[in-house]
């Protein structure tokens, strides 16, 4: 099996999408967070 970045940084570039993609885990990670309060 190879990995899907070659390194951090293209990891969090997520291929250009950076925005979206962690723009949704933080929409996704802050209800729960709150909701785990």
């Given at each position: 099996m190879?990995?899907?970045?070659?390194s951090w940084?293209?990891?969090f570039a997520m291929g250009?999408?950076?925005f979206f993609?962690?723009?949704a885990?933080?929409?996704t990670v802050a209800?729960?967070?709150l909701l785990a309060l």
């Open positions: 190879s990995p899907a970045f070659s940084s293209d990891f250009g999408y950076a993609v962690w723009l885990v933080a929409m209800p729960l967070a």
